[in-house]
């Protein structure tokens, strides 16, 4: 499970292959790491682009055909393992490990249990054809606690922390946090959360003020008009640079 790592200076540049023969990082997705000043990083997997340094970063996109499923087996409280009949995505070994499975409509709804982190394939689950039965394990201690029946309707959800992406212009999906620097392509790294970090740029920014990310430009964050309406909130302004360059931002991203 994730923990915390208080690491030495340098070590949020690094970046780790994939284990050979499984599907999990060095560290379990969003394990912490917090340097000696304090600044903190959250381990990620990138989604097969080299990262850029100073982009705003956020999870990959929820499937809709792992939506509001139907889950295909009734399931008594205490099983370690639920089911649902995908829609027409296919879900690839594992792509859901130490993501979440919640229970949204019907018998057992209101439940969210985490997928069992991948050590060796399919650990997490198997490969699911399109249209066919996606069946993931749950961690250890976790279990159905109210019986699922067939009339029951899950949702499948990746870790925020895996394969992440660009941020959309708005953001998409939940925001994971800032390229340190350059990471190979298919690889884990550090994305920072809190404490300063170069981030690339928008518009207008006020030293104290609150940005946001950018409407416009993929990777950017961008002022605050309104927090209300342009959120989500990813931290404060510290030292100003020119427009569409790098600025010194305190992140609040969490």
Not at 29 to 56: K, Q
Not at 98 to 117: Q, S
Not at 158 to 167: D, K, T
Request: proline share 5%; net charge negative.
């Amino acid at each position: 499970m994730p923990g915390t790592f208080f690491g030495p200076y340098g070590e949020n540049f690094s970046d780790y292959a994939t284990p050979s023969g499984g599907n999990a990082g060095r560290f379990p997705a969003g394990h912490t790491l917090i340097l000696p000043d304090d600044r903190t990083y959250r381990f990620a997997e990138n989604d097969g682009t080299v990262e850029v340094a100073g982009y705003l970063y956020q999870s990959a996109l929820p499937v809709a055909h792992a939506t509001n499923q139907a889950a295909d087996t009734a399931r008594a409280a205490g099983a370690t393992v639920i089911s649902a009949t995908l829609g027409a995505t296919a879900a690839s070994v594992d792509e859901y490990a130490e993501g979440y499975v919640h229970t949204n409509d019907a018998a057992g709804e209101g439940y969210a249990h985490r997928i069992r982190r991948a050590i060796a394939s399919g650990d997490g689950h198997a490969a699911a054809d399109a249209s066919a039965v996606l069946t993931v394990n749950l961690e250890a201690g976790e279990s159905v606690q109210v019986a699922l029946t067939t009339s029951s309707e899950v949702t499948f959800s990746h870790n925020r922390f895996r394969v992440v992406l660009v941020h959309d212009s708005p953001p998409t999906a939940a925001l994971v946090g800032v390229s340190p620097g350059v990471a190979a392509a298919n690889r884990w790294y550090w994305s920072q959360t809190n404490g300063p970090a170069a981030v690339f740029t928008n518009g207008t920014l006020v030293i104290g003020d609150f940005c946001v990310p950018d409407a416009n430009k993929d990777g950017y964050v961008m002022p605050s008009a309104a927090f209300e309406t342009d959120g989500p909130y990813v931290g404060i302004v510290a030292h100003v640079n020119a427009d569409e360059e790098n600025s010194l931002i305190d992140l609040k991203i969490g």
